[in-house]
Nanobody, 123 residues
Framework: QVQLVESGGQLVQAGGSLRLSCAAS????????MGWFRQAPGKEREFVAS????????RYGDSTKGRFTISKDNAKNTVYLQMNSLQSEDTAVYYC?????????????????WGQGTQVKLS
């Protein structure tokens, strides 16, 4: 079992920046692909970014590429999402998750052990 706790979400002005954190406990996630997803009211869960065990395999969704950066600190068992140039369309609850198996990293169905989410809202 893995427990994930997201933090860092808050109300922010358009054009601003935020850094979200996802702290894992219960099992080291060093060997797993970690992903960030988001879900806005009335919309499906959307892939934001993922990072593999080797750091070089970061991937981004089309709407976040160039503005968001995913990183992780294996020593702290924590994954981060740096979000810059935030726009109103970025308003959502942001979730982190652990990918199980080798399915595509952008599909929510390939992830288990989701966190409870953290709210990001643009003013």
């Amino acid at each position: 079992q893995v427990q994930l706790v997201e933090s860092g979400g808050q109300l922010v002005q358009a054009g601003g920046s935020l850094r979200l954190s996802c702290a894992a406990s219960g099992r080291a996630v060093i060997g797993y692909t970690m992903g960030w997803f988001r879900q806005a009211p009335g919309k499906e869960r959307e892939f934001v970014a993922s990072i593999g065990w080797n750091f070089q395999s970061a991937r981004y969704g089309d709407s976040t590429k160039g503005r968001f950066t995913i990183s992780k600190d294996n020593a702290k068992n924590t994954v981060y999402l740096q979000m810059n140039s935030l726009q109103s369309e970025d308003t959502a609850v942001y979730y982190c998750a652990v990918r199980l198996g080798l399915g595509s990293p952008w599909a929510p169905g390939n992830y288990g052990f989701w966190g409870q989410g953290t709210q990001v809202k643009l003013s």
